[in-house]
T-cell receptor
Framework: QKEVEQDPGPLSVPEGAIVSLNCTYSNSAFQYFMWYRQYSRKGPELLMYTYSSGNKEDGRFTAQVDKSSKYISLFIRDSQPSDSATYLC??????????FGTGTRLTIIP | GAGVSQTPSNKVTEKGKYVELRCDPISGHTALYWYRQSLGQGPEFLIYFQGTGAADDSGLPNDRFFAVRPEGSVSTLKIQRTERGDSAVYLCASLAGQGTNIQYFGAGTRLSVL
């Protein structure tokens, strides 16, 4: 079993819909939780960063971390075609390497 | 520089050849990471530098892979006797600073071993 599990999709939704992306993990030492967005043939771009449990909102994006359930989520409101990309969850312990999910490929249909 | 720079962006080589991949981190970032991303997968950790020394090289798949960072800035990932299975995107990231674990990634080097 992988340390981080992420549904690879692909996921297609109409423009304007709310998108929910999720990851589960098994390592209770993880304290830093991140979501990266990766466009085709580009490097991962940091989207959201959360330390420990809780919610964080930035514009149309909301990240949630539930350490008791070892479950993290990313919500995208009012989705746009430009949001079409692969979304990678990543997590780590203090000062440690990032452990990534496989990535979810998302397409927003105009 | 403005971001993490990786060169070359693409590298095509023949099985058995030696390759070097370069990473130029964000200025002032002391920690540098190498990851490898295979098609349809998330990046996987290879090696981590704190300054000039390799603090964790547990992700290197075998002794054909080696990385250096002689002056604590630019790093080079070296692969000897390349195999077709080494084909992947090699990503470099630098760390914003202690107290966070925010890593900024370069665009990667796409390595194809024929």
């Amino acid at each position: 079993q992988k340390e981080v599990e992420q549904d690879p999709g692909p996921l297609s939704v109409p423009e304007g819909a709310i998108v929910s992306l999720n990851c589960t993990y098994s390592n209770s030492a993880f304290q830093y939780f991140m979501w990266y967005r990766q466009y085709s043939r580009k490097g991962p771009e940091l989207l959201m960063y959360t330390y420990s449990s809780g919610n964080k909102e930035d514009g149309r994006f909301t990240a949630q971390v539930d350490k008791s359930s070892k479950y993290i989520s990313l919500f995208i409101r009012d989705s746009q075609p430009s949001d079409s990309a692969t979304y990678l969850c990543a997590m780590s312990s203090v000062g440690e390497k990032l452990t990534f999910g496989t990535g979810t490929r998302l397409t927003i249909i105009p | 520089g403005a971001g993490v720079s990786q060169t070359p962006s693409n590298k095509v080589t023949e099985k058995g050849k030696y390759v070097e991949l370069r990473c130029d981190p964000i200025s002032g970032h002391t920690a540098l990471y190498w990851y490898r991303q295979s098609l349809g997968q998330g990046p996987e950790f290879l090696i981590y530098f704190q300054g000039t020394g390799a603090a964790d090289d547990s992700g290197l798949p075998n002794d054909r892979f080696f990385a250096v960072r002689p002056e604590g800035s630019v790093s080079t990932l070296k692969i000897q006797r390349t195999e077709r299975g080494d084909s992947a995107v090699y990503l470099c990231a630098s760390l914003a600073g202690q107290g966070t674990n925010i890593q900024y990634f370069g665009a990667g080097t796409r390595l194809s071993v024929l």
